[in-house]
C-alpha cells in the first residue's frame, strides 16, 4: 500500500478520533497539519478524482468560512474553486486520509477499515 496521507487539524474532534483509531490499529501514516501544509493543486485534484460526491464531499459547507464566502462554488469553474481551498484550507472537512487510491473524507471507522487493510 501507498503511505497513507492523514489531512488533519489537532483542535478537530473527528481528527482525533480518526487519528486515536489509526495509532490504535496500527496504522502507518504521514499527518499533515491542513493549514499550515495544505493540499498543493496537484493534491486536491488527485483527491478530487477519488471522491464520489466531487466538491459535495469535500467542502464543508456548513461552516462559517463558506458561509462568508458569499458565492456559489457551483457557479465558479473548477480551478477557481480549488484555489478557494487552497487559499482558505477551513473549506475542507476534515479530516482527509488518502493512500492515492482510497478516499475516506471525516471520520469514519468502517471505512477506516477498508483503508488500513
Known amino acids: 500500500m501507498k503511505e497513507l496521507t ?10 482525533r478520533k480518526t487519528k486515536k483509531w489509526l495509532v490504535s490499529n496500527s496504522v502507518k501514516f504521514n499527518e499533515r497539519h491542513l493549514f499550515k501544509d495544505t493540499p498543493s ?4 485534484m488527485q483527491i478530487l478524482s477519488l471522491t464520489t460526491d466531487g466538491l459535495d464531499e469535500l467542502l464543508a459547507t456548513r461552516g462559517e468560512t463558506y458561509k462568508k464566502l458569499g458565492v456559489d462554488v457551483e457557479e465558479l469553474p473548477l480551478s477557481e474553486v480549488i484555489k ?9 472537512r476534515r479530516p482527509i486520509l ?16 477498508g ?3
Not at 84 to 92: A, D, F, G, Q, R
Not at 98 to 113: Q, R, S
Open 6 to 15: 492523514f489531512f488533519s487539524y489537532p483542535s478537530c474532534t473527528s481528527c
Open 41 to 44: 493543486k496537484n493534491e486536491l
Open 84 to 92: 478557494l481551498m487552497i487559499n482558505e484550507p477551513k473549506l475542507l
Open 98 to 113: 488518502t493512500d492515492g487510491k482510497k478516499l475516506i473524507v471525516g471520520f469514519n471507522p468502517d471505512a477506516l477499515k
Open 115 to 117: 483503508i488500513a487493510k
